[in-house]
Structures are given as structure tokens and as C-alpha cells.
């Protein structure tokens, strides 16, 4: 007996010290407890006592000096060893206290009562009341001493329940973490065995067709090839001859077959070489040509000469050597490399011609370009310096004209790092000869694929501004030299739209005389059908935006295809002023996409059965390109989307989640977003991948590719509800209620309207559990939740805190009328009988309202004038409410 009365001590003093509160300083949440009982029993004492195991010590005292008495003189001993509560109506009648020095002596005690106080499950104390003179202690008022206690053993635990909340916080938080990175690997692994497994079937399946179809699979590629496939048999006569030799030869099948090869596309003087070239391959087997890649000259049925690139190759058929060649037309081809080339020429002609100095180097800081006018400024050649030593070897300074200018402000430099330089003031002063001030303008270089090619600047000398006219009219005597010679379509107009500059193919394009263009209006330069094509074009780049766009004429009796573009001019206040046109006959490369058709076709078959959102914008940032799942997916079928912006064809509330990453990637960056696509009864989550296309540095469509996300994100949005919710009443836990109020409170209001917080308790709770058991608990919890929830508007949050305690935090509230209206409404609806498990129970709630202004509300502020309201309310009685405002404690 002795061992388990030492045990039940020894585990006492262990709760009371884990309270941590002995020899503490007074606090004024206490303070008001004993004045409390004090007021409310009419005594002169009222004590907060802790028993530790040699004194009792007072947390808080009114109406007695001493900190501290004896344990062995205690009343508040024998209370906590009963472990309920201990009434002495007349302390001189009672043998065990007669003799007591308390009672003897100060402060002389005729009556007690004290009601023990618990810390995990230990009595640790009392809230105990004292008079120095005899008196009754009914049954009300002793169920009123424990309800105060209740309060005082709340509050003493509140450090402890609050520590254990953020463990449990935390301890969910580890638990999400793990749970999201098992599913990750999971996840991770299937995803790998899934794609181990589709390589093995589709390599099986490869393989068993292969040798299945072996024959057929030749003819097909043959068949089907874009490059023209033509076979002979020892005798030269054609055997083979595939739809794309009809079309780059023009002879049909049919015609060709039977017929001598040589006959058909050798050139007469290359037949010759080309008969004994077929017999010593044929007696020998040996040929220069065959396996060989070359280009030589070719007829067509019209008789005309093209350029073909051939392989030829040799194989057995029946005992007999026969040959068969892939072959191209390479005219286009090499056409095109030589416009490439001359372009190349002329612009190194120009650079070297103009009165700008142009300096460029390579992602790797190596000079790549030094024109003659750098190099007549700087004095010097361009060499392999260091980038370090540019400053100095370049002779560059400050606008000052003396001062060497920072390694970081080298307009090259700066441009290499990625920044964008415009008119950068500073001097080149070389020695032995005169300084010249400068304006540096550049930009980075990069590729169509967004990889960093390197810088370029331009460096613009000021200081004889008439010998820079004087330079500029002879660059715009050379750049017309130039552009009469280019094969476009070339003109400046100005501000008032006025031509001010036209070669002579767009004069001779309009068939007027020049002096009847020059000086005179676009628009009477044109019919007035043909100007109602262009005008959407002239506004938007006189406006200041570049526009691209296609148009077809007749010249010469001859249907021509244009790329026209018209590139906006700016003045050097950045606005616009006036525009350059632009036109290149691309009749060639139209026909070169009908060439591309059959390719085409066969990526919308994989496009259109892959389950992903595939489309393409054109330069006018319209649909060019839209697979078939945007039909299942927005009910938009691809024709009827073809030349629509993504807002015309499936509106604004689909367009506006992607419009900033959308308008990202027209700026060359690469971006992604998530939204989400409505369609019918199904809501899909999302993630669409924007990649600008680049061609010449400038964005001239966008890709977008969009899958589907919706199993992961309503993953995601589990765990989330899983983090703010309570789990017995499924309202909203402490955590999201902190937010809500931060938030509230946060907001700026207008006119009258404010925020009030309403603390609520459950009256009586304790006896509730300890009478009916925590499963009784648990259910008028759940059901009180409910009728909350219902007694507020749908905007309004209902929160449960802990325990009994709930919130309920009510926005734009006009006046105090309009909250008590809400509180009366709660209480009507808590007063009915909770009927639970076949049993009526009464319940009731205590409210406490804390009222915001129109103005910003501290939520510290807002929380605390709540809780002085709660405990106001209780002082007044149960199942009522108080209000207060925030400003009263202000």
C-alpha cells in the first residue's frame, strides 16, 4: 500500500512539474479567476494553489499577502489527496482542523471549501475560497466553485494542449511527406516497368512484321518514298519507276516502264557515257557511281533541264545485274544555298559599307565581327584579346572622355551577360588621333531553339553629325543599289502613310511611274478591293506591332505568291512612325508545300490518335495546326478552328488561365501553366507546355502541347483538405481558420462594412462526456457543428478550434444588429434537445463577438476582444451572448 501511495506522489509531482508554472510570477488570466470566486461567493480569500510535496503555493491569491504555507498545515492537501472537493462549513467543529495554525492563527479559518484541479489526469492544486467565519455551501454553489475550476484547469493546461496541437501538426505534416514520396517512387517505378514493357511488345511486333512483310514493306517504301525511285534491267529499260519519279520527271508510270532509261532523263550529250558506264557495270560489276551520292544534270517531259542528287545502287535479280537510283531534284535546293550565299555577301557588303560600327562576338566571348568602320574608330584590327583587356586595348572610356570605362559596362559585355544595351554613351579615344563620343546599341544572339549565340553592338559616332549624313545618304545610295538587285518586293512608308521609298520591282509591281507613287497615299496605290485585303495590316503595324501575312497576284498573266511583311519604324521616343514592306515571292516554296502534304497527313494520323492536345499559332497568333482530341476534349473540331485565335475559337474564360504563359512564349520564352477545360458533365485538371518557335531570333508561332493532370491534382487537393479539416465535424480546423482571419482581417473594406468573430463554447461540456462517455461527446460535437453550419450564411466560416470550442467569422456586417441577429439564431437552434442514440439531451452555448470597423482589423486584436466577450458572456449567465467591440481595447 505504502509502495502505490509513494508511485501515485511520485507521478502527482511529475504532472504538476510538467505545468511548469511553480514560482512563477502572477498572471492576470489567474488573477481574474479568484477575483471571480471571490465576487461571486462573497468571501474575503479566494486561492489558486499548486501542492508541491513539502508547501502550497499560490499561482494567484485575493485577499491574502503570504506566497506560500506548510503542505502539513494544508487544507488544499487534504482536497487534492480526496481527488474531489473538500467542504468545512465550520473548521472549529471539525476535529481534524480545530487545531490547525491556519485556524488559530492568520488568517484565521472558519470555513473552506477547494475544488481540485488536474494535470494528465494528477491533482495538482485547487481553486479553494476562505471566510473567517462559519457559513452553508449549498449544492449550486458548489456546482459553481467546480465550474470555475473547470476554467482554472483550462487554463493551466493551455501551454500543454497547445504544444501538443503543433506536434500533431507536425506529425501530420511528416506523415503527408512520406505518404506523397511513397507514391512518387511507386509511381515512378510502374511508369518505368510500363515502358519497359511497351519497347519489348512493339520490338516484338517489329520484328514479327519484318519478316512477315518483308516484300511488301520494300514495295511500300518504294511506293511511298518522297524521293523518286527508278530501276533498270541489264538492257537499261526501265523497271521501276514510283509516284515521286512521275512528279519530279513528269512522265507517267505507265509511259516510263519498258523504255530505255537513257531516253527518258539523260541529257544527249551525257548518253553516251552513261551506255558504257551501264555495260562495265553490268560485264564487271565495277562502276565509280554506284553506292556513290552525286549531282549531275536531268531532263524532264517537258524538256526541261533540272538538277538531280542520285544514289545508285547495284543488286541481283534472277542471276542478272539490274540497278535501281534514289533520286532527288536538287534545283530548289541549290538555288537556294546560292540566294543564301549572295544574302551572305551582301550583308558582309554592307556591313563593311556602312557608317555603323558593328562588333559581334560568340557565346564564348570571341570576337566574330570587326567592320571597317570599328576598326577605323578603334585605330586597331580585331585580334584575340582578352575579354578583359577590351577596355583598354579598344581605347574605351566614359562619356567624360577620359575615364576608363568599367570591365562591367562594356556595351558587349553587357549584352553577353543577356542584358539588352540602347544608346550607351561613351568615348573611343585611340591614341594619335582624335576622341569620338558614341551612342552603343545591342542585343544577345539566339538561335531558333533559344540557345545563346553570342552578342552583337552597334556603335553609332556623334561627333560630326554632318559627316554622318553625308555617310548615311551614301549607305542609302548603296542600300538601293542593293535592294534593286534583291528579289523582293521592297518599300517605305511614313507616318502620314505616304510611300517614300520603292524599288523597282514594287514600282513596276503597281504599274505606275514612280513619280506617281512617290509622295502619294498607300491607299491610291491600290484598287479598292485589293486595299480592303491589306488595310487590317497597315493599322496594326502603324500601330507598332510587326505583321506577317500572304497574299497572291496576277503579274504578267502569272499567279504569284507573296510573304508580305510590314516591320514598324520608330521615332527615338519609341513611337511609331511610318513602316517598311516587304515582299518575297515564295511561289516556289507553296509549290514545295504541296510536296509536303503526304508527310503531313501522316503526322495528324499519330497527332490525332495520341491523347494529348496538340496545336500550332501562326506569326498572326492563330490556329495553323489543331489535332483531332480538341474535338473530344472542347468540342471545337479541327477546320472550324483553323485560323481562329484561341479566344474566338473557345472564348474567354478558356483563354484567360494561359493568356500570361501564352504571351510569354511569343516573347521567345519557353512556359508552362496549369487550368482547367470544362467540357459537358467533366472537369479535366491540365498542363499546357508553350515552346515559341524561333526563326532568325523572332517568334514566329508558338507549339502547345496540353495533358491531361487531373488524376495527380485531385490527389494533390485531398491531402490539402485532408491538412484543414477537422475530422469528426468536418468543418474547417485551427489552421485554416487562421488563414480565413488573417485574410479577412487583411482586406481593405468599403464604406461601412466590417468583420466580427464569435467564440462559442459548449455549455457544460465536461459533465456531457463524464456522464454519457466521450462516444455521447463526440456526437453532440458533430451534430452542435451541423446546426452552426446552418445558422450562418453559406459566405461565413464555421471553424472548430478544439475541444468544445468554435469559431464563426462573419464578413461584411453593416452593425451590431446584424451579428445579434446571427447570435440569437444560433442559440434558438442549440436550445432544441439534441437527440442522440434514442436519449434528449440538453445542451446550450455561451457566445462571445468581437466586432471589427470598416477600417483594417488586427486578427490578434479581433481574437482577443472575443474572448473578453466569451468570458463576459459566461459571467452573465449561460446560453447567452456578449458583444464587444474592437476599439473598446484598442
Known amino acids: 500500500m505504502l509502495t502505490t501511495l509513494m508511485t501515485s506522489e511520485t507521478a502527482r509531482l511529475a504532472a504538476l512539474t510538467a505545468l511548469d508554472l511553480l514560482d512563477t510570477r502572477p498572471e492576470p488570466r489567474f488573477d ?3 477575483r471571480l470566486a471571490a465576487m461571486t461567493f462573497g468571501v474575503p480569500i479566494a486561492l489558486i494553489s499548486l501542492v508541491d510535496d513539502k508547501r502550497q503555493w499560490f499561482k494567484s491569491r485575493c485577499g491574502l499577502d503570504v506566497p506560500e504555507t506548510p503542505r502539513s498545515a494544508a487544507f488544499c492537501s487534504h482536497a487534492v489527496a480526496l481527488r474531489d472537493m473538500l467542504v468545512v462549513e465550520d473548521t472549529a467543529a471539525d476535529v481534524r482542523f480545530a487545531d490547525n495554525p491556519l485556524v488559530k492563527g492568520e488568517p484565521h479559518i472558519r470555513f473552506y471549501a477547494g475544488q481540485p484541479v488536474f494535470c494528465d489526469g494528477e491533482a495538482v492544486g485547487t481553486l479553494c475560497i ?24 483550462t487554463e493551466l493546461n493551455q501551454a500543454r494542449v497547445a504544444t501538443a496541437r503543433v506536434m500533431a501538426e507536425q506529425a501530420l505534416k ?68 514510283n509516284p515521286a519519279a512521275e512528279r519530279v520527271f ?12 537513257a531516253d527518258l532523263i539523260v541529257p544527249p550529250e551525257f548518253r553516251a557515257a552513261h551506255a558504257a558506264g551501264m555495260r562495265r557495270f553490268l560485264e564487271t560489276g565495277v562502276s565509280r557511281v554506284v553506292d556513290k551520292r552525286i549531282e549531275l544534270p536531268a531532263l524532264t517531259a517537258s524538256g526541261q533541264r533540272i538538277t538531280i542528287e542520285m544514289k545508285i545502287g547495284g543488286y541481283e535479280w534472277q542471276g542478272r545485274r539490274c540497278v535501281g537510283a534514289f533520286i532527288d531534284d536538287v534545283s530548289e535546293r541549290n538555288r537556294t544555298r546560292q540566294e543564301l550565299e549572295e544574302k551572305q555577301e551582301l550583308l558582309d557588303a554592307v556591313l563593311e559599307s ?36 577590351w577596355s583598354a586595348y579598344y581605347s574605351l572610356c566614359e562619356a567624360d572622355g577620359h575615364t576608363p570605362l568599367a570591365l562591367d559596362q562594356v556595351p558587349l559585355l553587357r549584352v553577353l551577360r543577356g542584358e ?32 545563346a549565340l553570342g552578342a552583337v553592338v552597334a556603335l553609332q559616332d556623334i561627333t560630326e553629325r554632318n559627316h554622318a549624313r553625308e555617310q548615311l545618304e551614301m549607305s542609302e545610295r548603296r542600300l538601293r543599289a542593293i535592294t534593286e538587285n534583291l528579289p523582293a518586293l521592297i518599300g517605305k512608308v511614313d507616318a502620314d502613310g505616304k510611300f517614300v521609298f520603292l524599288n523597282g520591282r514594287a514600282v513596276q509591281f503597281y504599274g505606275k511611274p514612280s513619280e506617281a507613287l512617290i509622295g502619294h497615299n498607300v491607299r491610291d496605290a491600290y484598287p479598292p478591293a485589293e486595299y480592303a485585303k491589306i488595310e487590317p495590316h497597315v493599322r496594326r503595324v502603324m500601330a507598332g506591332e510587326r505583321s506577317t501575312f500572304e497574299d497572291v497576284a496576277v503579274v504578267d498573266g502569272r499567279e504569284l505568291h507573296y510573304q508580305c511583311v510590314f516591320v514598324p519604324q520608330r521615332a527615338l521616343d519609341g513611337s511609331p512612325d511610318g513602316f517598311y514592306a516587304m515582299a518575297f515571292d515564295m511561289t516556289a516554296r507553296k509549290l514545295s508545300e504541296l510536296r509536303q502534304a503526304e508527310s503531313e497527313e501522316r503526322l495528324r494520323t499519330i497527332t490525332d490518335n495520341v491523347p494529348v492536345l496538340i496545336a500550332h499559332l501562326d506569326a498572326d497568333r492563330r490556329y495553323a495546326f489543331a489535332n483531332a482530341v480538341h474535338a473530344s476534349w472542347l468540342g471545337g473540331r479541327p477546320e472550324r478552328i483553323i485560323g481562329l485565335t484561341v479566344e474566338e475559337a473557345f472564348g474567354p474564360a478558356y483563354h484567360a488561365p494561359q493568356a500570361e504563359a501564352l504571351a510569354q512564349a511569343w516573347l521567345g520564352n519557353a512556359s508552362q501553366c496549369e487550368h482547367e477545360i470544362a467540357r459537358k458533365s467533366h472537369t479535366r485538371i491540365v498542363h499546357s507546355t508553350f515552346l515559341p518557335q524561333l526563326r532568325d531570333g523572332r517568334v514566329v508561332g508558338v507549339y502547345i502541347l496540353t495533358t491531361d493532370a487531373t488524376a495527380s491534382r485531385m490527389h494533390e487537393r485531398s491531402l490539402h483538405a485532408l491538412a484543414h479539416t477537422d475530422p469528426l465535424t468536418q468543418l474547417p480546423n485551427r489552421r485554416r481558420f487562421e488563414q480565413a482571419l488573417a485574410g479577412a482581417c487583411g482586406r481593405t473594406r468599403q464604406g461601412d462594412r466590417g468583420c466580427a468573430l464569435l467564440y462559442l463554447d459548449v455549455d457544460l461540456f465536461k459533465q456531457i462526456n463524464d456522464r454519457y462517455g466521450h462516444a455521447t461527446g463526440d456526437d453532440v460535437l458533430v451534430e452542435f457543428a ?105
Open 174 to 241: 511528416s506523415l503527408n511527406a512520406n505518404l506523397e514520396a511513397r507514391v512518387a517512387r511507386r509511381t515512378a517505378e510502374l511508369e518505368t516497368r510500363l515502358a519497359e514493357l511497351s519497347e519489348q511488345v512493339a520490338q516484338r511486333q517489329a520484328a514479327e512484321t519484318s519478316l512477315r512483310d518483308a516484300e511488301s514493306w520494300n514495295r511500300t517504301i518504294v511506293a511511298t518514298s518522297y524521293s523518286a525511285f527508278v530501276g533498270a534491267d541489264p538492257e537499261g529499260r526501265i523497271t521501276e519507276w
Open 250 to 261: 513528269g512522265w507517267p508510270r505507265a509511259a516510263a516502264l519498258g523504255r530505255p532509261l
Open 354 to 389: 556602312i557608317d555603323v560600327a558593328v562588333v559581334a562576338c560568340d557565346a564564348d566571348g570571341n570576337l566574330t565581327l570587326f567592320n571597317k568602320k570599328a576598326r577605323t574608330l578603334h585605330g586597331v584590327d580585331s585580334t584575340s584579346v582578352p575579354a578583359a583587356e
Open 786 to 890: 451541423r446546426r452552426l453550419r446552418a445558422s450562418v450564411r453559406s459566405t461565413d466560416l464555421v471553424a472548430r478550434l478544439a475541444g468544445d470550442e468554435f469559431t464563426v467569422l462573419l464578413s461584411d456586417v453593416r452593425c451590431d444588429a446584424d451579428v445579434e441577429l446571427v447570435a440569437r439564431k444560433i442559440l434558438d437552434a442549440v436550445a432544441e434537445p439534441f437527440v442522440l442514440a434514442g436519449r434528449a439531451l440538453r445542451v446550450g452555448t455561451t457566445i462571445g463577438i468581437g466586432m471589427g470597423n470598416a477600417d483594417l482589423v488586427d486578427s490578434r486584436t479581433l481574437m482577443e476582444t472575443a474572448d473578453r466577450a466569451l468570458y463576459a458572456a459566461k459571467e452573465a449567465g449561460r446560453h447567452t451572448y456578449a458583444l464587444m467591440h474592437v476599439h473598446e481595447y484598442a
Open 32 to 34: 481574474r479567476y479568484t
Open 130 to 153: 476562505i471566510d473567517r467565519n462559519p457559513r452553508r455551501f449549498d449544492d449550486a454553489q458548489r456546482q459553481a466553485l467546480r465550474d470555475l475550476a473547470d476554467l482554472v484547469e
Open 420 to 451: 539588352t544595351v540602347h544608346q550607351q554613351a561613351m568615348t573611343v579615344a585611340p591614341a594619335g588621333q582624335p576622341a569620338a563620343r558614341i551612342l552603343a546599341s545591342g542585343r544577345p544572339l539566339k538561335s531558333m531553339s533559344g540557345r
